[in-house]
């Protein structure tokens, strides 16, 4: 089966991180989101997977280098300005030439286990012409609703709706099958969103259905969203993903070669290659990232340093990602969904509240 993969997008709610790296390049626990999307797919099905990309490119084709990931074998489509979700997969899908068969489409920023066999039996045996996999979440509102009649015929597509007027909480998980068919309800040449436009359409033609799934599913677009991913991978939520080589101290403690844990643990944490986390610190559902630092008397909780990041003496970081080779100063406060960007130094003693640095 032929998958397309949407990552072109900007990834502008993780700026400044995204500004180094494209949203589906930022690891999570040491591999790049997307090889984590590629092996999903994989363990499916899929065979050859086409990228869609438009912002920074060249990130992911020098990823791949053997041009293939976990057995999937890649081809890559940058499109000459970004086309939206429905202007892309139409793009994608004609120029690596999988417009003749039925198709699978994802949103490379999710991460799920959710059963692709089975959302293809579905789409065949309703006859539809394209299917969206669902998912229920607790606040709908950031997402494409979708309610369906009993037999899973979508009866509306409502995206991104406010909170109140959200008729369910099943909402688009981003992965779909589509039939060649649906390409040509795509207009050439302009921007056409999936969501708003081309879903809106089946549904009025009645060929759009859809099933819901309680698989394991996270859109990591958000910075709350993408520390909970990989949370989600020390704390046993996600069986089935593998690890980085690394050495289980106790119950998701991860510790990778080269690397120091000499400070206290609470819940689960992640000492990546090279990291040294020094005695008299402590880090609670942590991701350190390789060769990065953690002094003496700093307190890491449900955070991500990325690679080179250092947190200095008597520093707290909390609900927070510190971007690679990023310093947090001695006794620096970051705290409640920041974010500080590639290289950025957090003042000593600064505080940086639900913000962002540089801005
Ligand atoms: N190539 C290309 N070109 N890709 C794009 C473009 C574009 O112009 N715009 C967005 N993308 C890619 C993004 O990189 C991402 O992988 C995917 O399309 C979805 O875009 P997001 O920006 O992450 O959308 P969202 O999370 O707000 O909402 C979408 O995903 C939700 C589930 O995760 C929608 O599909 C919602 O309906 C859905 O519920
Ligand atoms: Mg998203």
Not at 48 to 71: E, I, K, R
Not at 183 to 206: M, N, T
């Amino acid at each position: 089966m032929n998958a397309v993969v949407l990552v072109g997008g900007e990834g502008t709610r993780l700026r400044p991180l995204t500004y180094a790296l494209p949203k589906p390049m930022l690891p999570v626990v040491e591999r790049p989101m997307i090889a984590r999307v590629l092996e999903w797919l994989s363990a499916y099905g899929v065979t050859t997977a086409v990228l869609s990309l438009g912002y920074q490119p060249d990130a992911f084709v020098d990823a791949f280098p053997d041009g293939g990931w976990a057995g999937v074998e890649l081809r890559y489509a940058v499109e000459p300005a970004p086309l939206d979700t429905g202007g892309a997969i139409r793009f994608a899908a004609r120029a690596a030439g999988m417009d003749g068969d039925t198709m699978v489409v994802v949103n490379g920023d999710v991460l799920t286990n959710l059963d692709l066999g089975a959302l293809v039996s579905f789409h065949r045996s309703c006859g539809a012409e394209a299917s969206v996999a669902l998912t229920a979440v607790e606040d709908p509102s950031a997402y494409g609703v979708v309610p369906t009649d009993a037999d899973g015929r979508v009866l509306a597509f409502i995206e991104k709706p406010a909170r109140e007027d959200a008729p369910t909480n099943h909402v688009n998980a981003g992965t779909y099958i589509f039939e060649p068919s649906v390409l040509d309800r795509i207009a050439d040449g302009r921007r056409v969103s999936v969501e708003r436009e081309v879903f809106p359409g089946l549904v009025e033609a009645k060929r759009l259905y859809a099933l819901g799934s309680d698989a394991y599913w996270l859109d990591t677009g958000t910075p709350e969203r993408y520390l909970r991913a990989q949370v989600d991978v020390l704390n046993g939520r996600r069986p089935e993903v593998e690890l980085p080589e690394c050495d289980e101290r106790s119950a998701g403690v991860f510790v990778a070669p080269g690397g120091i844990l000499e400070g206290d643990v609470t819940g689960c944490a992640f000492v990546g290659r090279g990291a040294s986390v020094d005695e008299g610190s402590g880090i609670e559902d942590a991701i350190v990232g390789a060769a990065a630092h953690v002094a003496a008397g700093a307190r890491l909780r449900h955070c991500v340093l990325l690679p080179g990041a250092i947190v200095r003496a008597g520093a707290v970081v909390e609900e927070s990602v510190v971007g690679p080779s990023a310093v947090v100063g001695a006794g620096a406060f970051v705290t409640r969904g920041s974010v500080v960007g590639a290289a950025a130094t957090v003042a000593d003693g600064a505080r940086l509240d639900s913000a962002r640095l540089p801005v």
